[in-house]
């Protein structure tokens, strides 16, 4: 059986995509993977469900991000290769334009189940910090130097998913590689700036006025943030991620668990949970169709934004009896 680093040598024309709203991890590693595909001369494009966010920009200096609209024309592939989620459900109404062209879907991906999705070929490890980190290995598999656009990708999926190096999943590896990736010539300090410091004027207004929404429940042990459609509109007018809210209230003592929920256009919800003990929050979101890491997870609830409130608090209410029961 060829491995993935033969696959990629084996295809030609690849098109590189991730889940909607693309965040650092995913945009990182698609700017890794473009320029070790376009160093082992295949032909590669990358077209995301979303546009690049303005905080991720600096990436355009050195590398094309495309999004498709539903009016606008796909590229010649032959190849998809799904980064940082594994089903082309995640990808939106892009998944399906993908899936008619019938192309080979090979899988990047560092979450639970990554295997286990719309991939035909998959480079998958569950224990991998983040998936610009795997990117990272295919680069020594295949013997292609890693260059200035690729490290500072890669280096990009480390800060995003470690926060900055301050989570669980900071082990050796991410440490040894952040290392590299600096005496490279990557510059974290600007990388910082662009990511945290061009905020819109109304973003303190929309943090101040999402914080305020936060409730304790279950006894302090759940910190839960519901934002809704308003709310929503605002940060998408002030390009503001709304997920900062997450760690000021997994910063109160006592809290277990957090919950942020945003209620989309579509009446739908996106869930955001993050642990800070030993709850296991992807087994929670499995319950709703979503899917992650046990201390970072989510997933789309279709249902209203209270049933939505409800149906978690409910969910974490029992991963919490199951916890103290498996501890006595």
Known sequence: MATFPDFLRQKQRFLLTGHENPDGDCL??????????????????IVNPDPIGRSFDFLTRHTPFGHARAEDPLPEFDTVVLLDCNQMSRVGQLGQRLL??????????????????DGMVHYVDVKAAATGALVRRLYRELGV????????????????DTGWFRYSNA?????????????????GSRIYDALYRRNHPDSAGVLADALARHQLKLGGRLAMAALD???MERA?????????????????EGVEVVALLKERYDGAVKCSLRAR????????????????HKKAAGATMKMPLAAAEAAIEGAVQQALLAQAARLT
């Open 28 to 45: 990182g590693a698609q700017t890794a993977l473009y320029h070790l595909l376009t160093a082992l001369g295949q032909q590669v494009v």
């Open 100 to 117: 008619q062209k019938r192309p080979t879907v090979a899988v990047v991906d560092h979450h639970i189940g990554g295997d286990a999705g």
């Open 145 to 160: 130097p890693l260059g200035a656009a690729a490290a500072e990708g890669v280096f990009l999926s480390l800060v995003a």
């Open 171 to 187: 082990d050796a590896e991410v440490f040894a590689m952040a290392g590299e990736l600096i005496a490279s010539g990557v510059d």
């Open 229 to 231: 459609k308003t709310l």
């Open 236 to 252: 998408t007018r002030a390009d503001f991620d709304t997920d900062a809210v997450l760690d000021p209230l997994r910063s109160i």
């Open 277 to 292: 003990g030993d709850v296991d929050v992807q087994a929670i979101v499995a319950q709703f169709g979503g899917g992650g």
